[in-house]
Structure formats: C-alpha cells, structure tokens
C-alpha cells in the first residue's frame, strides 16, 4: 500500500514536471504566432498607407501644389519604421517565428 502510494505520487510528480514545459512550449509557440501574424498585418497596412500617400504627393507635386510639412515628415517616419523593422522581418523570414536577438534583447 506504501509503494502504492509513492509510485503514485512519483508519477504525478513527473506528470508535473513534464506538462509544465510542454504548456510553456506551446504558449510560447502560440504567442510567437500571433505575434508574427500581427507584425506582419501591421506592416502591410503601413506599406499600403505609406504608397497611397507617396502617391497623392506625387501627383500634388505634378500639379506644383505644396507638401505640408507634416505629411512629408509621416512620409520619413514610416519609411524609417519599415527599414528599422526588416532586422526582425529577415529573422521571422529564416525561421518562420521571432527571436528575442532579432529585436537586441
């Protein structure tokens, strides 16, 4: 009955310890999904932004129409964001998910 009790209680001791990473593994996996999913969504809709913008100062500069000062400045700050985030888009490419070393941490 003594043995009983210890071989099951060193069985869920192990249950415990092998679940616990494997939930941790599969979390992490989850959520490097999601990020990924969300990352990549967020940089089409600011390429998509950024080129329909690019392309109505164009056609403002065709017709000798001033570029305020601000859209010109969004026009730089987007085009940095999309160069400052192709470290991490070319680690997501190698690997399909995200590495903290990709990011500097």
């Not at 310890?17 to 990549?40: A, H, I």
């Not at 001033?66 to 010109?72: A, C």
Request: net charge negative; proline share 2%; hydrophobic share 40%.
């Amino acid at each position: 009955m003594a043995i009983e009790s210890a071989g099951g209680s060193i069985i869920a001791m192990l249950t415990e310890l092998m679940v616990e990473p494997v939930g941790r593994q599969f979390r992490y996996m989850f959520c490097s999904n999601n990020f990924v999913k969300e990352f990549n969504e967020r940089k089409e809709n600011l390429a998509l932004a950024l080129d329909g913008l690019q392309k109505d100062v164009e056609d403002a500069e065709r017709n000798a129409e001033e570029i305020k000062k601000d859209v010109t400045k969004w026009l730089e700050d987007a085009n940095n964001k999309i160069e400052g985030a192709k470290p991490l888009e070319n680690e997501i490419g190698k690997n399909g998910k995200w590495s903290l070393h990709a990011v500097g941490h």
